[in-house]
Structure formats: C-alpha cells, structure tokens
C-alpha cells in the first residue's frame, strides 16, 4: 500500500518563505517521478512541480517558476518543495503525488496515482 505524508505548511506572510516534505512508502520510491499539486478554493488542482526518478529532470508551472524548487531524496523516500518568494494567490492546499507508471517524468494530473492528504499553505499580504 503506497502512502504518502505531507508536513511542512503553514501561515507566513507574503514574500516569506516554506518547505514541504512528503514521505512516501510502500513501492521502490527511486522507480517513481513525483510531482506537488495544488488546489484552491474555487479552483481546479493544477500541477506545480514534479520531478523525474533519478532527480534529474524537473517541471515547474508558469505561475511558480524561478520562486519554487522540486528536489528528492531517494535514500531518504522524500520528497522536497521550497517555496520561496510566496505571493497570496499561493495559497492552496498542497499535495504530494507519485507517478502510477515507473521512470519517466510526469506533467499531468491523470500521471499520478498515489496522493497524499494535502497540507495547507496560507500566505496573507
């Protein structure tokens, strides 16, 4: 059974800064690009970063880019967001997710089969 746990949200102030970790168990976390959504009051979950299987390749979306930063690491079964720069418009429930299919790099939400509970991030101006 895969599961994944987000930590790290929380209340900061605009052009502050957060990092989310997500840990996940219960397949070879190194065979599986992971990416972050986000979803707002209102809106759809849109994608926010992911990042490939070995660490290497990265996507991030138009709105955070140059501020947010996907890392992981593979020998801890991690997974890192920071986010930097934080506007208002950020603020969202974030969530971690794992590619269904191995290796690769994915960009679209139906990529991704494994979530966790999300945690909320709150960025007041």
């Known amino acids: 059974q895969v599961q994944l746990v987000e930590s790290g949200g929380g209340l900061v102030q605009a052009g502050g800064s957060l990092r989310l970790s997500c840990l996940v168990s219960?397949?070879?976390?190194?065979?599986?690009?992971m990416g972050w959504f986000r979803q707002a009051p209102g809106k759809e979950r849109e994608i926010v970063a992911a990042v490939s299987w070995t660490g290497s390749n990265t996507y991030y979306g138009d709105s955070v880019k140059g501020r947010f930063t996907v890392s992981r690491d593979n020998a801890k079964n991690t997974v890192y967001l920071q986010m930097n720069r934080l506007k208002p418009e950020d603020t969202a429930v974030y969530s971690c997710?794992?590619?269904?299919?191995?290796?690769?790099?994915?960009?679209?939400?139906?990529?991704?089969?494994?979530w966790g509970q999300g945690t909320q991030v709150t960025v007041s101006s």
């Open positions: 219960g397949r070879t976390f190194s065979n599986y690009a």
């Open positions: 997710a794992q590619r269904t299919a191995p290796y690769g790099l994915g960009y679209h939400i139906h990529d991704f089969g494994f």
